[in-house]
């Protein structure tokens, strides 16, 4: 009874201490660089101590497929530092003892259907399924995810959105082509970046059919009666999956990799722009012409805008940082930011003619850069029969008004924009108010809110 005690108090004071820590260290402001260091020097960078042991460890962890030269990446300094402070504070005994602890938490919740968990559900059985739903999806995300998309975004639908992708592709480059104030170098290495850019729609390769399903888990062996131990053994299929492409020269790096992600997104270290699976349902996609360049159109034309964002611009076409942009396009450039910017303040506010910031404009400028694109790619398409350019139920909506209408729609949400985002609001209105097209669709009068006479325009 007394060591079982004793063993009760280390493991609370071992968790309370490990909780504050956690607080503590992301409340902390002023530590926003990300630490990149070999993981043999891990004892030495975030332990503070020298030899080898974790570097072995992790080695026979991984049978060799993670050796020393392989770089560790901390995102901010917030895990480095609550690393240093776990090894520099707890006896490694206790940290044992709670880590175990831990994992025999996690595990009982496989094996025991009482077992409390983190869903807010009554009943204890419907606990139990959602717990069953989450490991599973964690470690055979492709097959999981699978059997509901497959029958909802088919072959067809991630057809039509590649096709869409490269329609809008084509159109923007035409833009950039034609821009008027970008300088023959400057406009040379941005045609070539974004020609380079490579653009993933659709599923992720083990996924896009039941074939290539079967061949990727083809070392998967048939489950069993115990879900733990079915649990562990796609566990370790997993995670050699990924050890095993770590370990390849050069490593390779996925970016479609997560089938729940309902999001598009732009990798700038990788020049990939991904509009994944998820997305290409209605009401994004797969109705009329209208909502799916409004919607999942624009979307992928915003990320692949990021590309020249304040800070992606500033690397060439080979992803190397450097300054490449003239000087009279980097002025002309910024004279664009800051006049989109001062658009989304409002006419009444004083005009803010600070420097182009990442934080402050990137995400909105991605917003604005692609539309003009978007919507020469869109016009295209109002050829078809009119039957398919109206959504029954709205018919009393033009197609072009539909169009602007997915534009905003996709922005509404009870709640609130991350802090590199601009309010929802002006996610919608501040890129219509400068199109001449939106006011033309909705008759606005000139010199109206959304029909200014001073309108901002790209390239």
């Not at 209105?429 to 901002?456: I, Q």
Request: overall charge neutral.
């Amino acid at each position: 009874e007394q060591e079982k005690h004793n063993m009760t108090t280390i493991i609370t004071t071992v968790n309370e201490f490990l909780i504050k820590l956690c607080q503590k260290v992301v409340e902390d402001k002023g530590l926003p660089e990300m630490p990149i260091f070999l993981l043999r020097t891990f004892e030495k960078v975030v332990m503070h101590a020298s030899g080898d042991l974790w570097n072995s460890y992790m080695r026979a962890l991984t049978e060799g497929a993670l050796p020393g030269e392989h770089y560790v990446a901390f995102p901010g300094n917030y895990v480095n530092r609550f690393l240093r402070t776990v090894f520099d504070k707890l006896e490694r005994d206790h940290l044992r003892l709670w880590m175990s602890w831990d994992v025999s938490i996690q595990l009982r919740q496989m094996v025991v259907h009482s077992a409390p968990g983190s869903f807010k559900i009554n009943s204890l059985q419907e606990q139990w399924g959602q717990r069953c739903l989450k490991h599973t999806f964690e470690v055979l995300q492709y097959a999981a995810y699978s059997v509901y998309l497959h029958t909802a975004v088919t072959n067809k639908t991630v057809s039509n959105a590649r096709a869409m992708v490269e329609k809008i592709t084509h159109s923007i480059g035409r833009r950039i082509e034609e821009s008027s104030w970008l300088e023959d170098t400057t406009k040379k290495v941005a045609l070539r970046k974004f020609t380079k850019m490579e653009r993933i729609v659709g599923y992720p390769e083990p996924a896009e059919s039941a074939q290539s399903l079967q061949e990727y888990y083809a070392n998967l062996k048939d489950v069993g009666p115990s879900f733990i131990e079915n649990w562990l053994q796609a566990s370790h299929v997993s995670a050699r999956k990924v050890l095993d492409r770590l370990a390849e020269n050069p490593p390779v790096i996925k970016v479609n990799t997560n089938m729940s992600l309902v999001n598009a997104l732009y990798q700038p270290m990788l020049n990939t722009m991904l509009v994944p699976a998820a997305l290409l349902t209605p009401p994004f996609f797969g109705t009329i012409p209208a909502i799916d360049f409004g919607s999942v159109g624009h979307l992928a034309a915003h990320e692949m805008m990021h590309a020249f964002d304040v800070n992606s611009r500033k690397r060439d076409d080979n992803l190397i940082s450097r300054d490449w942009w003239t000087a009279r396009s980097a002025e002309e450039y910024n004279k664009r930011v800051l006049c989109f910017r001062n658009s989304a303040k409002g006419g009444g506010a004083a005009h803010d003619l600070s420097e182009p910031d990442d934080d402050k404009d990137s995400e909105m400028m991605s917003d604005v850069l692609g539309l003009p694109g978007l919507l020469d790619a869109y016009a295209a398409e109002t050829s078809l029969p009119e039957s398919l350019l109206h959504l029954g139920g709205l018919e009393r909506y033009t197609s072009d008004q539909l169009f602007f209408v997915a534009f905003c729609y996709k922005w509404c949400s009870n709640k609130r924009p991350g802090r590199r985002y601009p309010d929802f609001s002006v996610r919608c209105n501040m890129p219509l108010k400068n199109t001449p097209e939106f006011a033309s669709a909705f008759s606005c009068s000139e010199d109206s809110p959304m029909n200014p006479r001073e309108k901002c325009s790209f390239w």
